[in-house]
């Protein structure tokens, strides 16, 4: 009599098989993207290698000195690169003079606290307002050299606005008269003078600056005192506005 065949056991290994596939796809992978990098590297050592054999030939040096132009605007070129792809430095907005008016007393404050200088917003613009004991001797028009750094300072700032600024001289009511100044109208205009001159110097640009000479017409105190009259001799330097700027003459082109 025939044995009968009992039913076939499950196999719980058949999982291997398929594992052992997965695994050798994903190495044929790995090997396939080593190769290709290596290739990849290879032809970037090449090209590397020839720009660079280019680069070192003076015929093509000038070549290429010669389709870009002059190497100072190569050098500034390379400059805007450093900003991004595309992009384009942004020109700085010049500040008000309400906004540079807070800067300035910061970078004052010693010279304001000291008493040499004042610094206020009038209608005409902003003002500093040098004592004529800071900036010269008694009947003199030479600036003393230790103001030089604040007036650096002032022409900085003129520097960072567009605005037009104008030196004024203010005497008291005493007259002068010595060997050199007539009256205290040339002392007065001889003292803006000789602060437009340093203004310039420190980088002002002259066609920004202009002069007047007020003698004793302008009192801010009372002439009759000595607290007053030493008020009054002052040295303004006014960074003009609009409203202040109309007094000034029409500025003309070049030629014209």
């Known amino acids: ?57 003076d015929s093509f040096k000038n070549a290429f000195d010669t389709l870009l132009g002059d190497p100072g605007k190569r050098k500034d070129q390379g400059k805007g690169k450093q900003l991004g792809v595309g992009e384009n430095p942004k020109p700085k907005t010049a500040p008000t003079l309400e906004e540079l008016m807070p800067i300035l007393a910061i970078k004052l404050r010693r010279e304001i606290q000291s008493g040499r200088l004042s610094l206020r917003m009038t209608a005409r613009g902003l003002t500093v307002s040098f004592t004529q004991a800071a900036l010269f001797a008694s009947g003199e028009d030479e600036v003393v050299r230790d103001i030089y750094p604040t007036i650096k300072t002032i022409a900085d700032a003129i520097n960072q606005v567009h605005n037009t600024a104008r030196a004024e001289g203010h005497t008291d009511s005493i007259p002068i008269h010595n060997s050199r100044f007539r009256s205290n109208w040339e002392l007065s205009a001889a003292r803006s003078i000789a602060l437009c001159e340093l203004l310039i110097e420190d980088g002002v640009a002259r066609d920004r600056l202009s002069i007047a000479g007020y003698a004793d017409t302008d009192p801010i105190e009372s002439n009759d005192t000595a ?9 303004d330097i006014v960074i003009l506005n609009d409203t202040g700027a109309r ?7 070049a030629g014209h």
């Open 247 to 253: 007094g000034e003459p029409e500025r003309r082109a």
């Open 1 to 57: 009599m025939a044995r009968k065949r009992g039913h076939p056991q499950p196999n719980h290994d058949r999982w291997l098989v398929s594992y052992a596939d997965f695994i050798t796809l994903l190495f044929a992978f790995f090997v396939v993207m080593f190769a290709t990098a290596q290739t990849d590297n290879a032809k970037s050592r090449a090209v590397s290698e020839s720009v660079k054999k280019a680069l070192e030939n």
């Open 227 to 235: 607290a007053g009259r030493e008020k009054n001799r002052r040295v």
